[in-house]
């Protein structure tokens, strides 16, 4: 039997930004209208859903992201947990999901074109018969979108061009009819010496004043200013002058480009980078080097190299099992008023891909055995070239380590990332001529190792002991395998 509340009553569901509260009493409810018979006086409307798309931040340096590509297109149903589209953040390209069920009714943000975290980048509607009104809302934020484009510079350049023919036009009325001449006292001195008739003469000082310099140019004893004779006029207006000529000097302090030299623009990547590596200028970090004989590392390295084990995962292994018992290696200021002990320990390693840099983390790599240890580093690389690392396997790192060795690289320093306390920069192993105690030479493969760190809450001493503890490690590398 129909209750009398709804009889006779229209139901149907839009948006979710509706005043009604009802469409959270019927959120499955996926039909236009359902009619009841009775009282005719209740009407109920409950509009159907429509959601947006948002950006999201998939890191937590992401300001903006890039869409990169849509796996699903305008009229597509899609369902809760299907990726609909391929956003490119600072560091990786990932796949967005949905969280419900619906309609792709419309694209805001196409392929190739970015938008800040947060910003709508589709529209999904519940059903079909609100992907008119999805498509609207989507043109509207389109829309709204374009204002801020126009204001730019162009305009901004475009008033400057009246005044700079006005002074052109103004310089004859200086000269119409009897006018007084204004000369500084050296100026007609130089004119009576010179032989220059100074009526002639048009005045570059304040209000058409003749100086000694425009004598000097109408005498040919020096060349002429350059864009003086237009600036001397003064018109009515001055104040759009005077900011064309401010704007006209703020590109001068930049240096001309090279002739045929080609300007790109830097990627998502690369501008994570560049605000990265300029964050580190802030931290007030120093260095310090170790010399690391590598005899032994290097022919384990020949046994376990058939075995997929790599030169970076013994590195990072050893580094790791160095920092357990220099814990405060592994510890981070990011506040610069406490600091941080870190409970695992998380081994950065960096990564050139194309296009940028990135770290893949080794996570607990003091806990992995070395084989999986390779293996799991092995997996991580190929994501990071296919820019499929998720955020966790690049932003949890605790201790990054670089190394150079395998291009011949025998020393290089490196930047401290933003949030750690320390990065090793590894060199290549080459022979060198040693001396013992006894006085005998002889010759062993010895890799320069410097570690930049935090200086706040990482002392000399700290990077001397943890370095000495890795040399050791290295030099007797059978710990690493067990």
Partial sequence: MASPLLSNTTISFSSSLSSSPLPRLFPSVSFSSIRFKSNPRRVLTVRSKIREIFMPALSSTMTEGKIVSWVKSEGDVLSKGESVVVVESDKADM???????????????????????????????????????????????????????????PAAASTPAPPKSTPANAAPTVTEGPRKTVATPFAKKLAKQHKVDIESVVGTGPYGRITPEDIEAASGISPPKTNVGPTVVVEAKPAAPTKATVSSFAPSSLPPPVPGSTVVPFTTMQAAVSKNMVESLSVPAFRVGYPVTTD???????????????????????????????????????????????????????????????????????????????????????????????????????????????FGVDRFDAILPPGQGAIMA????????????????????????????????????????????????????ESLTL
């Fill in 95 to 153: 796949d967005v999901e949905t969280f419900y069920d619906g309609i792709l009714a419309a694209i805001v943000v196409g392929e190739g074109e970015t938008a800040p975290v947060g910003a709508a980048i589709g529209i999904l509607a519940e059903t079909e018969d609100e992907i008119a009104e999805a498509k609207a809302k989507a043109a509207s934020k389109s829309g709204a979108s374009t204002p801020y484009a126009p204001p730019p510079a």
């Fill in 296 to 406: 032994a590392l290097d022919a384990l390295y020949e046994k376990v190299k058939p075995k997929g084990v790599t030169m970076t995962a013994l590195l990072a292994k050893a580094a790791a099992m160095a920092l357990v018992q220099h814990p405060v290696v592994n510890s981070s200021c990011k506040d610069g008023k406490s600091f941080t002990y870190n409970s695992n320990i998380n081994i950065a390693v960096a990564v050139a891909i194309n296009g940028g840099l990135i770290t893949p983390v080794l996570q607990d790599a003091d806990k992995l055995d070395l084989y999986l240890l390779s293996q799991k580093w092995k997996e991580l690389v190929e994501k990071a070239r296919a820019k499929q690392l998720q955020p966790q396997e690049y932003n949890s790192g605790t201790f990054t380590l670089s190394n150079l060795g395998m």
């Fill in 426 to 477: 590894v060199g290549a192993s080459k022979p060198t001529v040693v001396a013992d105690a006894d006085g005998f030479f002889s010759v062993k493969n010895k890799m320069l190792v410097n570690v930049t760190a935090d200086h706040r809450i990482i002392y000399g001493a700290d990077l001397a002991a943890f370095l000495q503890t890795f040399s050791k490690i290295v030099e007797n590398p």
